[in-house]
């Protein structure tokens, strides 16, 4: 059931939606976009291994662990196609199990490593789907030092040791998950059963479980997202505890809809929750989940899906940051947002806000209302705090069970938690973001900045900064050739370099945070505006910051590359020189990257204006048709780029156009040719190719109709006569011989082509005139000559099926016989040509008739039934 004000809601949100494609989304495009061959990625992969789904960084130890199916690898996080060390954990005892119940033994009876956890500095802990029965177990590590670099290997084994992994890790690798460990604890968000059907947040101990309770209020079929731990700070004056945070989406409960409603939630619990004594036994007692908005007011977009989360903790902040991106699946439109959200204003809304409850309404389904009766003492689902400590109640085993029964029947808030500036950090369309990691930079400006990158379903990876209340895309990476979908997403913590690392279902690539080496000038690494870049005038070179200790550098997030020393030529990579003949054509390259200057051409510090079609502007260079004297010169490309509203220009490219002049030949002793001699030579050499042509035309031609060669003679005869008039023309000098035959003068060529042009169009309106050509011309004709108008080619009977008119005795025969008498159809036809008897004229009138018409056919026909006359 939905109503008719849900309904017009949805209507005016499509309506939004739709004004905002027509009117144009202000998305921000990609700075620069690097191609694969230009940038160092490094990859790691191994043939018949898929699934490359869980990474754990140690950046102490330089150590990046891959869980793939089936698979455990140890890899150089410095260079991850160096391969430490790898372990098998296959499923091959539980595989026909699996498959006697009806899954795939190709596919999903196998084992999945889901999850991924360091216990302690020599233990990893593992889980696996185990071809449907999840088992858990431990990778003993061993860290080996070789000589003579001193490099520490890691290597491990793995315990054969196994325990049940339910709730811990799920039975279907296509289910969702997620999984943290916290002090030796693990906290996991999946399913309980094989079939999928029972979803819960526990947390495993040596000593007991305390999970979820399974009943809609809880969760309601959840699609887990992300998990993490957030300290609390020391010396709190409030006393509070540890928390644990689980993001996912689950089915609305408290909003009416026509379809199942995908819901963003944050949910918490609390480290030190030992479930109650009586009331939730072995339940969480400190389980609260509220509604994550991300939600642009400026086009009235809502984006109802969280895809990942990741948290921006202390020492980096003051306070921690929740990052997430999100789609929307209520309209489709493909677009993707990402939102940040402060976790005070989480806490707020867990501590201090409204609770909502079901409520029966009469005739229809059980909503959610906000609840507005007394709230239990101590607060339902608050930790134990130095508050609850004054009422002395130190743990959750001794809170009232009004308390308990209250978060029972009411673990939904009521107030969404909304980001931070009420709106969204980034909106994009066309592009589905997967997975996000946040990285903070101190600037040389002495601000510190957030940067993030984002990853998508097309395997790129796009790096974005908020400065100054605008969100840039600085650049953009294809991660994966065959755009995959990125599954994890990584970076490291050291101080001096940044990496960040991408799996998807075939590999792992390895990728740096910034590419500030690949900018050649000081105004192309200002333009950038990357925290991380700097240009160092030392080293003439832009320089990873992070890197570097002296901070005696240029940079600007501002883009203000006046202050760049290289103000002469600012931003020229090199200069070209070409060297051409006259008449031909050019193309000047101007190769640059970014993608949101635009292009501007000076030839001899004049801007060059685009007259086609003598210039063709192209994506990334110039072309230039018909290059005459007038054309050298110097080209410059330059590059304009609108910055906080300035315009900053730079030269990326000179080229020297010159025209290349042909040598005269040396005199000889020989008698030159003349002028005239030349040209009837040329005529000659012409004539004779066209014959050539002439006699092949001719005998392709010779089967179906002898009117191309009357119009091949006549062009023959054209030719003789367009010979004897060279022939006739006056001799010149020996010096404008020798000029003439030097220079690249077409006007002889062009006077012949234009005649045979033209003599082209007369025997074509002749033969279009006598009615040679196809019916098409002739409809052309009986709109010329509405009087005199040719009867259109009619079907012949039995027999003209099998021969043509002029074989059918209406015309004399090409031997020069006497016309063959056609076979009797019982057809009536006209006098002149009466069931096949030809009535014959005198000789004169049929030699006037061929010399008028040589290919005219002086018989029509009609057949009995003819409408026409």
Request: charged share 20%; aromatic share 10%; hydrophobic share 35%.
């Amino acid at each position: 059931m939905f109503s008719c004000g849900r309904v017009f809601e949805m209507a005016v949100h499509l309506l939004c939606v739709l004004l905002y494609f027509v009117l144009g989304a202000e998305a921000p495009e990609p700075r620069i976009t690097w191609q694969e061959t230009e940038i160092n990625l490094i990859s790691f992969q191994v043939q018949g291994v898929f699934n490359y789904s869980m990474l754990l960084l140690s950046d102490q130890k330089d150590v990046l662990y891959i869980g793939a199916r089936e698979v455990i690898f140890a890899v150089n996080s410095l260079n991850i196609s160096e391969k430490q060390n790898e372990v098998y954990w296959n499923a091959s005892e539980q595989s026909k199990e699996c498959v006697r119940k009806g899954k795939s033994e190709q596919n999903e009876c196998l084992n999945y490593i889901r999850v991924l956890q360091q216990l302690n500095e020599h233990t990893l802990y593992v889980c696996g789907t185990n071809a449907f029965q999840p088992n858990c177990t431990f990778l003993v590590l061993n860290d080996i030092t070789c000589h003579p670099n001193m490099q520490v290997l890691s290597t491990f084994t793995l315990k054969e040791k196994y325990e049940d992994g339910k709730g811990r890790c799920p039975f279907d690798p296509a289910q969702s998950y997620t999984s943290v460990l916290v002090d030796g604890e693990l906290y996991s968000g999946t399913s309980l059963n094989f079939l999928g059907s029972e979803p819960i947040i526990c947390r495993h101990t040596q000593q007991s479980q305390i999970r979820t309770e399974y009943a809609v209020p809880w969760l309601n079929e959840p699609i887990f997202v992300h998990s993490d731990v957030i300290r609390a700070p020391q010396n709190n004056p409030d006393g509070e505890d540890d928390k644990v945070y689980f993001f996912f989406n689950e089915v609305s409960v408290e909003y009416e809809f026509f379809n199942k409603l995908l819901i963003p939630r944050i949910a918490r619990v609390c480290k030190g929750d030992q479930g109650g004594l009586r009331t939730l036994q072995k339940r969480w007692t400190t389980f609260l989940k509220a509604k994550l908005i991300c939600h642009s007011p400026d086009n009235n977009l809502i984006f109802n899906v969280v895809n990942d989360v990741f948290i921006l903790k202390p020492p980096q902040v003051k306070e921690p940051v929740i990052y997430g991106v999100f789609t929307s699946h209520l309209n489709n439109v493909g677009m993707s947002a990402v939102c940040a959200y402060s976790v005070s204003a989480v806490e707020d809304i867990f501590a201090k806000g409204k609770y909502m409850q079901s409520a029966t309404v009469e005739q229809a389904h059980t909503k959610w209302v906000q609840y507005n009766g007394e709230v239990p003492k101590p607060r339902p689902g608050a930790c134990i705090n130095n508050e609850a400590r004054a009422m002395h109640y130190n743990s959750s085993l001794n809170m009232p069970d009004k308390t308990l029964q209250f978060i029972k029947d009411h673990p939904l808030m009521d107030d969404p938690v909304i980001p931070i500036g009420k709106k969204p950090r980034l909106v994009v369309h066309n592009v589905t973001y997967t997975q996000i990691v946040v990285d903070q930079v101190k600037a040389l400006d002495g601000n510190t900045y957030d940067v993030m990158f984002i990853s998508t379903d097309k395997g790129m990876l796009q790096k974005a900064v908020s400065h100054d209340n605008e969100m840039r895309i600085i650049e953009e990476i294809l991660l994966f050739p065959d755009h995959q979908s990125v599954q994890t997403l990584l970076i490291s913590d050291k101080q001096n370099k940044r990496y960040i690392y991408a799996s998807s279902n075939t590999g792992v690539v390895q990728s740096a945070a910034a590419f500030c080496e690949k900018f050649s000038s000081c105004a192309e690494c200002v333009l950038t505006r990357d925290p991380y870049c700097a240009w160092n005038p030392h080293k003439n070179s832009c320089v990873d910051i992070l890197q570097e200790t002296d901070r005696s550098f240029i940079q600007s997030l501002h883009g203000d590359s006046f202050q760049c020393p290289d103000t002469t030529d600012k931003g020229i990579w090199e200069s070209m020189t070409y060297s051409v003949k006259e008449g031909s054509s050019v193309e000047l390259k101007c190769s640059y990257k970014s993608n949101l200057a635009s292009v501007v051409w000076t030839f001899n510090n004049e801007n060059l204006k685009m007259k086609p079609p003598k210039y063709h502007l192209l994506h990334n260079a110039l072309f230039i048709f018909s290059v005459s004297e007038s054309d050298a010169g110097i080209y410059q490309c330059w590059t304009e780029e609108s910055v906080m509203d300035k315009v900053f220009s730079q030269l990326v490219i000179k080229h020297v156009l010159e025209l290349k002049k042909t040598p005269l030949p040396l005199p000889s002793t020989a008698h030159p040719p003349t002028h005239r001699e030349g040209l009837i030579e040329t005529t000659r050499l012409y004539t004779i190719a066209k014959e050539k042509t002439t006699k092949t035309s001719t005998t392709q031609a010779a089967t179906t109709s002898t009117g191309v060669t009357h119009l091949n003679n006549k062009v023959t005869t054209h030719m003789v006569s367009l010979t004897e008039v060279f022939e006739s023309s006056p001799d010149v000098g020996m010096g404008k011989a020798l000029y003439l035959s030097n220079t690249n003068d077409c006007s002889p060529l062009i006077i012949l082509v234009i005649v045979f042009f033209l003599l082209f169009i007369s025997l074509l309106i002749y033969n279009c005139y006598k009615g040679f050509l196809p019916a098409k011309c002739l409809k052309y004709r009986d709109n010329v000559r509405p009087g005199k108008k040719t009867p259109l080619n009619v079907k012949d009977c039995e027999q003209g099926v099998k021969e043509t008119l002029v074989e059918k005795g209406c015309t004399e025969n090409q031997s020069g016989g006497l016309p063959k008498a056609p076979h009797d159809t019982g057809y009536e036809t006209e006098p002149d040509c009466r069931n096949g008897t030809i009535t014959h004229k005198d000789d004169d009138t049929i030699e006037e008739t061929e010399k008028d018409q040589p290919f005219d056919v002086n018989c029509e026909i009609k057949y009995a039934d003819s409408d026409g006359d």
